[in-house]
Nanobody, 118 residues
Framework: QVQVVESGGGLVQPGGSLRLSCEVSGSTFRYYTMFWHRQAPGKGRELVAGITNFGITTNYTESVKGRFTLSRDNAKNTVYLQMNNLKPEDTAVYYC???????????WGQGTQVTVSS
């Protein structure tokens, strides 16, 4: 059974940094394109960033470009979202998502809360 587990959320002041981690178990991690999404209170879920199987390509939503960096370590079955210069509008529950179109897999983690506030 595939499990997707996020960690690293918390409370941080504006301008601060956090690093989210997401570990995938139960399947071959390199088969998955990985995404981070977020959902702020009262809003819909938003795609934040994505990274291809071997980390060659990353994409970011416009509002986080230059502040967030997505990377992966296939040896550790883990993807990382480094978030710098955090703003109050980054406050949300962040969800990790593992997708393999070839296997028809789409797995989600339970989410981790990020709160940016002074």
């Amino acid at each position: 059974q595939v499990q997707v587990v996020e960690s690293g959320g918390g409370l941080v002041q504006p301008g601060g940094s956090l690093r989210l981690s997401c570990e995938v178990s139960g399947s071959t991690f390199r088969y998955y394109t990985m995404f981070w999404h977020r959902q702020a209170p009262g809003k819909g879920r938003e795609l934040v960033a994505g990274i291809t199987n071997f980390g060659i390509t990353t994409n970011y939503t416009e509002s986080v470009k230059g502040r967030f960096t997505l990377s992966r370590d296939n040896a550790k079955n883990t993807v990382y979202l480094q978030m710098n210069n955090l703003k109050p509008e980054d406050t949300a529950v962040y969800y990790c998502n593992a997708v393999s179109l070839s296997m028809g897999h789409n797995y989600w983690g339970q989410g981790t809360q990020v709160t940016v506030s002074s």
